[in-house]
């Protein structure tokens, strides 16, 4: 072959390799693309999905609070009004303040002691109430929103019968997790259904999707007592 002929060749095998590769090139960022895309969709889901089981709890709780505002007005109309006072500062918590990813733990704790006064005003003393936090708390710790009021609503629930109860709310930190740990006694009418509910199933759900396997939830159940410890990690405001 000439050298004329050989260059020939070289030049066809050139055009052949620089196509073939423009090709591959185009392939291998088309696939990035869709998979980025893929990504972004599944996370948007993902997203939608968390936010949607969020404000699943918000009716569950209006609808719980309300039903004990109607209790009180049989039996103290003067704490009905101060009920539904009380309700009005824990909505405005739930419309306006929960609407974040994240909250400072001070407004979840303000949140929680406004709901358990409304309960000591319904259950007077039949239901021994201790809630504690480390004092003072941090205003640069963060929490997830509306997490913890569905283990005190499934406690009041589920641990308040007709002779006397208790129910004991622990927030302490240990190293680098938030643990909360609540503790009832047990209706043995409503025992059966202590695990169950709208709330606990949807916070559950929540609580995997933003913290993956970096969480636990226990639950322990006997004659006498439940007890629910939850450890998140400790999260500071950025």
């Known amino acids: 072959a000439t050298l004329a002929d050989l260059a020939w060749y070289w030049n066809i095998v050139l055009c052949?390799?620089?196509?073939?590769?423009?090709?591959g090139i185009k392939k291998f960022y088309e696939s990035m693309q869709k998979d980025e895309d893929n990504a972004r969709l599944a996370r948007e889901v993902?997203?939608?999905?968390?936010?949607?089981l969020k404000y699943q709890i918000n009716p569950h709780f209006l609808m719980n609070t309300l039903n004990n505002i109607h209790a009180l007005i049989d039996i103290d109309a003067d704490s009905a009004k101060q009920g539904i006072v009380g309700l009005s500062?824990?909505?405005r918590h739930v419309v306006y303040e929960a609407t974040a990813e994240r909250i400072k733990i001070k407004k979840d704790v303000e949140f929680l002691e406004n709901y358990l006064?409304?309960?000591?005003?319904?259950?007077?003393?039949?239901?021994?109430?201790?809630?504690?936090?480390?004092?003072?708390l941090s205003s640069k710790i963060t929490v997830p929103p509306l997490v913890f009021i569905v283990f005190i609503e499934n406690a009041f629930k589920h641990g308040v019968s007709r002779k006397e109860s208790f129910i004991h709310i622990d927030i302490t930190i240990e190293g680098d997790m938030l643990v909360t740990k609540i503790e009832n006694s047990v209706n043995r009418s409503a025992v059966n259904n202590q695990t169950g509910g709208v709330g606990l199933e949807n916070v559950s759900r929540r609580?995997?999707?933003?913290?993956?396997?970096?969480?636990?939830?226990?639950?322990?159940?006997?004659?006498d007592k439940y007890c629910v410890t939850l450890k998140i990690p400790v999260s500071y405001e950025s």
Do not use: C, H, W
Not at 16 to 23: L, T
Not at 46 to 52: F, L, Q, R, S, V
């Open 16 to 23: 052949v390799f620089m196509f073939a590769a423009n090709i």
């Open 46 to 52: 993902i997203e939608a999905e968390m936010y949607y």
């Open 89 to 91: 500062d824990m909505m």
């Open 117 to 136: 006064e409304l309960m000591k005003i319904r259950y007077s003393q039949r239901v021994e109430l201790r809630f504690t936090y480390p004092k003072p």
């Open 207 to 223: 609580l995997e999707y933003i913290y993956g396997s970096n969480y636990s939830l226990q639950t322990i159940a006997n004659r």
